[in-house]
């Protein structure tokens, strides 16, 4: 029923995790294995958008429809952002990003040595909150996984990241969050108002996500 509802827009979403190299075969990661961006990819051409994916992930299969950009780290993820961001009239950033990154990546692989190893750990920058100062930002859809103060989290990100929607989960709740097939998050947006949605696929949750953007757009709240 809704096939067309997004046409004419292009939807840049990021998905899955960063991988921060400590040497040439070892990395920091996390638990995303980016279902759900895919879902919201594939759900979004579905809906007749066009759908740029920047992904570090290699074992999900995607539409030949979406251009896939490849990366590796948060900086990787950064630079093909602000690459394509002009082309995007809507961003939605389901990547579960490392805030921290090792200051050095050392060329060879790290040798054992007698003793505890330290490493130091530098920012990586805030994507989303960058994309959120640009005069010229599409609008702007962030993911919050959190596992406690939900409501007070999610209302200062959406503040802090300007963000036009903020997507929060509570990764703490079974059946939703990290790697499972199935969702359950609130939508909180700009005009104060927040939407719950129940456990549902991360499909069904994608859908209903692509169609709140659809009907915020309708009323004109694009940037
Ligand atoms: O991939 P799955 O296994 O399907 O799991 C889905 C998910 C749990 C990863 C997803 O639903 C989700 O919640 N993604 C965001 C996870 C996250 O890192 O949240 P955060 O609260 O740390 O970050 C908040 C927002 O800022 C996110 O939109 C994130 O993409 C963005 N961010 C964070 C750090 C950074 N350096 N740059 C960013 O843009």
Redesign the pocket.
């Known amino acids: 029923t809704q096939t067309n509802t997004l046409s004419g827009e292009t939807i840049l979403i990021?998905?899955?995790p960063t991988k921060e190299m400590i040497d040439p075969v070892r990395f920091l990661t996390n638990?995303?294995?980016?279902?759900?961006?895919y879902a919201l990819a594939e759900e979004a051409v579905k809906m007749g958008a066009k759908v740029i994916l920047v992904s570090s992930v290699d074992s999900l299969p995607i539409s030949k429809d979406v251009q896939l950009i490849k990366i590796t780290s948060?900086e990787d993820m950064y630079q093909a952002v602000m690459d394509k961001y002009q082309q995007a009239t809507i961003i939605i950033?389901?990547?579960?990003?490392?805030?921290y990154r090792p200051k050095q990546i050392s060329q060879q692989k790290l040798k054992k040595k007698d003793g505890n190893l330290i490493i130091e750990f530098e920012r990586?920058?805030?994507?989303?909150?960058e994309l959120g100062k640009k005069e010229d930002k599409p609008f702007l859809v962030?993911?919050?996984?959190?596992t406690e103060n939900i409501d007070e989290y999610a209302w200062s990100?959406l503040e802090r990241?300007n963000a036009d929607i903020i997507?929060a989960?509570d990764?703490s709740r079974e059946g939703a969050?990290?790697?499972g097939d199935t969702?359950i998050v609130t939508l909180y947006k700009k005009n104060h108002t927040k939407k719950e949605l129940p456990l549902l696929s991360?499909n069904q949750t994608a859908k209903e996500i692509l169609l709140e953007i659809h009907r915020d757009l309708k009323e004109g709240v694009r940037n």
């Open positions: 990021t998905a899955g638990r995303s294995s980016g279902k759900m961006g948060a950033k389901s990547a579960a990003v490392a805030d990586t920058k805030d994507i989303l909150l962030g993911f919050a996984a959190e990100k990241k997507v989960n990764v969050g990290f790697e969702n991360k």
